[in-house]
């Protein structure tokens, strides 16, 4: 290697002859002509494969190195008593010739695991907007007197790791979709593809190597903001390993010094705070500056934030005949009263209120039950439509009724 180095270096450096340098070297002209034609660097011999006495027996000794490796180092036998128990076989080669496969076999097989076993890993090197990282966890809070268990969402940014914090108390496709609204609105845009486990809410089944049968609900919010998927091996959490130290750190920068909250929106506030102020405070280590000096850079290649994305769909339907009805009692949507948000319908989902027109409308209600405090923002008792026939209505209709005022309405909500 040093020997071409100088060849090179003579040729391509100092501009000397071809005749100088075979004068100097003593190999002929073609021969360093043919080096600096290939860019060789170092010389590359070809070896013949010859027969060896000990290829009889190759099979029968890389078994008993696979033995020996799976054995502790004490009760490892050496490769000079495989040698010996060889010879008793018939072998009649040497020690070294045993020695040098013996070698080669522990080199292919280090190889072997670096590239296909537990010794590959995705590198978490990543390009301005180029990706993020979600994961859940679970912790507890105190909110409105009581300690609550909460279902907490981490979205973290590769590049700049920049990230958000908030708390839910189900990891439902609502609490899922809304996570992402407001990481992305933090963010200021939305990267180009995100890392996430196996999660049920997004994979309905995970199949061979990286295929996902990805839900419906979960792909349609990926289209609607513009981003790629991309799922972890099963157990494989190191490929996601910057939310996942973002877990870690989060138990004791935040959840371990909060305060006292009166709701959930409160808290949420002062968890998006405390993110920003870790931000300006933290050093991002891998670039110059903090974690907010890095993400303002970041901030410009993000893609500009969509509306917001709404889970579900309200469809036009029609109550049946029951004994409770004295007739069919249509159902139509009443745009003013549509919103996106929290809502004691169907346990915190995006919801629209639709009217029902009748002039005789009896039904029985039963079923009644508050929401769980401290979430219970609107006094409202769910209850559901006692039919004959309500078993086969499509839509799953559900009536709400305000106690202090009398008023109803009926709900039919559909999943995308």
């Known amino acids: 290697m040093g020997f071409l180095s100088v060849i090179r270096r003579w040729a391509l450096r100092d501009k000397m002859p071809i005749r100088e340098i075979a004068r100097r070297t003593g190999l002929s002209r073609n021969t360093i002509k043919k080096y600096l034609r290939e860019g060789a660097v170092e010389p590359k011999f070809k070896t013949p494969k010859r027969p060896s006495k000990l290829d009889p027996y190759a099979d029968r000794l890389s078994a008993w190195l696979l033995i020996q490796s799976r054995k502790s180092r004490k009760e490892r036998r050496t490769v000079k008593q495989m040698h010996a128990d060889l010879v008793k076989l018939g072998y009649d080669g040497s020690y070294e010739r045993v020695a040098a496969f013996a070698r080669a076999w522990r080199d292919d097989r280090h190889r072997a695991e670096q590239t296909t076993g537990r010794g590959t890993y995705v590198p978490l090197v990543f390009q301005p907007g180029e990706a993020f990282q979600f994961d859940w966890s679970e912790d507890w809070a105190n909110i409105g007197g009581e300690r609550v268990k909460l279902q907490v969402a981490h979205i973290k940014l590769s590049h700049s790791r920049a990230f958000l914090v908030r708390a839910y108390p189900l990891q439902s496709h609502e609490m899922l979709f809304d996570a992402h609204w407001h990481a992305f609105r933090v963010f200021g ?52 390993g910057q939310v996942e130290k973002n877990v870690q750190d989060a138990r004791y920068r935040m959840w371990q010094v909060m305060p006292v909250f009166r709701d959930l929106a409160e808290l949420n506030q002062w968890l998006e705070d405390r993110c920003l102020a870790l931000w300006a405070e933290t050093l991002h280590k891998a670039l110059p500056g903090s974690i907010a ?31 409770y009805a004295n007739s069919r009692t249509a159902v139509s949507v009443n745009p003013g009263q549509s919103g996106h948000g929290w809502s004691p319908f169907c346990d915190y989902v995006s919801f629209t209120m639709v009217s029902v027109f009748s002039s005789s409308v009896k039904f029985l209600l039963h ?35 305000q106690p202090e005022t009398g008023s109803c309405a009926v709900m039919i909500v559909d999943r995308r």
Request: proline share 8%; glycine share 6%.
């Open 189 to 240: 845009g939305v990267p180009g593809r995100g890392i996430y486990d196996n999660m049920k809410t997004a994979v309905d089944r995970v199949g061979k190597g990286k295929q996902r049968d990805i839900n419906a609900r979960f792909k349609a919010m990926a289209s609607h903001y513009v981003f790629e998927p991309e799922f972890c091996n099963p157990a494989a959490g190191w490929e996601k």
């Open 293 to 323: 000096d890095v993400w303002q850079a970041e901030k410009s290649v993000l893609m500009a934030l969509p509306p917001a994305f709404d889970g579900f769909i309200v469809r036009i339907s029609e109550l049946p005949d029951s004994d």
């Open 367 to 401: 079923s009644f039950r508050r929401m769980p405090s401290p979430f219970n923002s609107m006094r409202w008792a769910l209850c559901t439509i006692r039919s004959r026939m309500a078993s086969a209505m499509v839509g799953s209709p559900i009536m709400a009724c």
